[in-house]
């Protein structure tokens, strides 16, 4: 095993998934990652002193079952999972029928509102491919998406564990002072072409990508996290938007794009003419698709920001500030489903600059900065 594999094992299985002597893993994938779920599963035997199951998925349905590393059939059910998938060509939406199943290969299918909280910890880590790099950049291989991996997990530092504990520590902070503000409106502004208000969703709160169980034990399904996000009232963003970095749609890059909101929905937008087709594709899936219902903020001092381009919805959003059209994330909606944007698509959309301010106020009109220069302020 070599040292990045190494490394990056040890984040999924130490800090995305928290695991500990006694828990048992299980691993999706398919046949193209086998290598890598079995140099997994050899160290998850390391932590744990069990062995793992390992589920071979082909075209979504599971091929085989078995068990490796294990000493003896595994009696306990699994305490985790996860998944690795394998990143493959797009294709072309114009030439499918786009059902739920294929929203959801194209990364745009949103989450159910009221979805109930889990029960075990879960991850989804994608593995380096030569599709990957090419979906980055033309000529592009799997070292791109290794070196993309190796920054945001700051896998080439000896301490990148304790480092990666200590960033979430300080996004729970972050999202914990947000929180105790109780703020009702927002503004986004910059002077690149970005000027919008909203109204945050009542019973919404600011959330991470940091997930807790019950028991209280930590784990963060997308293995990095640098984003705090909390819904918006779909009906109430007013203004404009221009992007900031390239966003995925449809399985392609769309490296130019400005909107105007009324009423929270997308009156009017620009871009190139192939991105219009998609964007026209993408807004025709429902009647929700175009109403901006999520702020995600990020700072600059992640590792993520300095990224240009993921070519990884989930990941995408977190480099810089982000806005959402379409579905979005359930977990900051707490008992309000009725009234947050109920779409079967959903988009983030990066906006942010080091230029870019963002004020909130309470109900009792006091106004906050929430980000400034990059950086949401320590302290309010």
């Known amino acids: 095993m070599d040292i990045f594999t190494s490394r990056y094992a040890e984040a999924i299985l130490r800090f995305a998934l928290g695991l500990g002597k006694g828990d048992v893993l299980s691993i999706n994938t398919e046949s193209d ?3 890598f779920a079995n140099d997994v599963a050899r160290l998850a035997k390391e932590i744990t002193g069990n062995g793992s199951f390992i589920q071979t998925i082909e075209n979504g349905k599971v091929i085989s079952s078995d068990e490796i590393f294990s000493d003896f059939p595994i009696s306990a ?107 009702k409106e927002g503004r986004i502004r910059d002077e690149n072409g970005t000027d919008i208000s909203f109204t945050f969703l009542p019973g919404s709160k600011f959330t991470t990508t940091i997930a807790q169980l019950p028991s209280g034990r930590r784990f963060v399904p997308t293995i990095f996290s640098s984003d705090i996000f909390r819904a918006i009232d779909p009906t109430s963003a007013e203004g404009y938007i221009t992007s900031s970095k390239p966003f995925m749609l449809f399985g392609k890059a769309v490296r130019s794009f400005s909107a105007s909101f009324k009423d929270g929905m997308i009156r009017e937008f620009s871009t ?18 175009g109403r901006l219902s999520e702020l995600s903020l990020s700072e600059i001092s992640s590792p993520a920001s300095d990224i240009e381009y993921f070519a990884l919805p989930e990941w995408d959003r977190m480099r810089t500030v982000s806005v959402t059209i379409g579905g979005p994330r359930p977990e900051s909606i707490e008992g309000n489903e009725t009234s947050a944007n109920d779409s079967l698509a959903t988009l983030s959309i990066p906006v942010g600059t080091a230029e870019t301010l963002i004020t909130a106020s309470d109900a009792d009109g006091n106004e906050y900065t929430i980000m400034e220069d990059g950086f949401i302020p320590d302290g309010f």
Do not use: C
Not at 100 to 107: D, E, L, N, S, Y
Not at 272 to 289: I, M, P, V, W
């Open 33 to 35: 990652n086998l290598d």
């Open 77 to 183: 059910k699994p305490t985790a999972l996860l998944y690795i998938p394998v990143y493959r060509e797009y294709g072309n939406p114009e030439e499918m029928k786009l059902d739920p199943a294929a929203i959801q290969r194209f990364r745009h299918l949103s989450d159910p509102l009221g979805n109930p909280a889990p029960s075990i910890a879960f991850a989804s880590a994608p593995a380096p491919s030569d599709a990957w790099g090419a979906s980055i950049e033309e000529d592009g291989d799997m070292m791109l998406p290794a070196s993309f991996i190796s920054s945001v997990l700051s896998l080439e530092d000896d301490s990148f564990i304790e480092k990666l504990k200590e960033d979430s520590d300080l996004i729970i902070y972050d999202r914990n002072e947000l929180n105790r503000l109780e703020l």
């Open 272 to 289: 190139d003419e192939k991105s219009g087709d998609l964007l026209r594709t993408f807004l025709s899936l429902d009647q929700s698709a």
